[in-house]
């Protein structure tokens, strides 16, 4: 049984990997393995997969994902997990019908999240309050509840990726030898990339969130297919989708299931974070063939 961080010690390939949890880093890792050749299950504890996407965007990545032979177990809770020899045999049951399933397994990995390692730091002593998680509670600033100490990274909870911590370190920076101006606040909205194969990249709301605002907005769709590029890379799976404010023409959100979408995102990242309006995107004049181009017809 593996973490996210010890599986990729492994020398050698599990022919059979069950993965509990269907998150993001469940999904990075069945995408990798089975492209490395190992027989993927996702054990997956609720009804839909990544259910803070939308349903169309999250259709699209398990019909791709199923292409390269990975099996999802929807509803599946997970009652043991018992070494036999050299195999694991993972026992589960579907939530909805009660049905008692088992596999067996050369290698299973835990991909059900992680919390802050805080539990025996003693915080209390130094004044750090935490929160119901463990995560280091932080104001704009990063500082904590003991105004001298400070939290960064992962341990204050949040989004979790290496340049959220990065732009820790400029807060920080700016707040002690600089002018102050920078705070977390400032941050949104941020990307982020699942990298899947292709990968998943988003940035601010998406249709389910935006329509629960009561936000009047255009959405607009193209799939993957219809794009030059990916017709020369033979990578035609996919969608790309985005949100527009109908009133004002500002990009709301948007997110990207494509080839170099990890890439493609950073330049909706910067037309919301200068306040561009769609057309920006609609109009500009990029490389062909080039996938950022799809930007011109996403938007258009």
Request: charged residues 25%; glycine residues 8%; contains cysteine.
């Amino acid at each position: 049984v593996y973490t996210s961080t010890s599986i990729m010690e492994l020398a050698d390939l599990p022919r059979r990997l069950v993965i509990i949890g269907g998150g993001y880093i469940g999904l990075e890792f069945a995408s990798m393995y089975a492209s490395f050749g190992s027989q993927v299950t996702v054990l997956e504890s609720y009804p839909e997969l990544i259910a803070r996407e939308d349903r169309d965007i999250a259709a699209s990545v398990k019909e791709t994902l199923e292409k390269k032979g990975i099996v999802f177990r929807m509803n599946a809770k997970v009652q043991s997990v018992n070494r036999v020899e050299d195999k694991a045999i993972v026992t589960f049951t579907d939530s909805q019908t009660n049905e008692v399933f088992v596999l067996e397994a050369d290698a299973v990995l835990l991909a059900t999240g992680r919390r802050p390692n805080t539990k025996d730091l003693n915080l209390e002593v130094a004044g750090v309050e935490v929160d119901v998680r463990g995560a280091i509670i932080v104001d704009e600033y990063l500082k904590t509840t003991n105004p001298n100490i400070r939290a960064v990274g992962d341990v204050k909870g949040g989004l979790q990726f290496t340049y959220i911590s990065l732009d820790d370190y400029r807060i920080v920076r700016e707040d002690l030898f600089g002018d102050k101006e920078r705070r977390t606040g400032d941050r949104n909205p941020v990307s982020y990339s699942v990298f899947i194969d292709p990968p998943l990249s988003r940035i601010g709301l998406n249709e389910e969130e935006a329509r629960w605002q009561n936000r009047d907005i255009i959405v607009k769709k193209l799939p993957v297919m219809a794009i030059p590029r990916a017709k020369t890379l033979g990578e035609t799976d996919g969608l790309l989708k985005a949100i527009i404010d109908k009133n004002t023409g500002k990009i709301l959100g948007c997110v990207l299931f494509a080839p170099d979408s990890g890439e493609v995102i950073n330049t909706v990242a910067v037309a919301m974070k200068t306040g561009q309006d769609y057309t920006f995107l609609r109009d500009f004049i990029f490389t062909h063939p080039s996938m950022s181009e799809a930007l011109n017809d996403l938007f258009s």
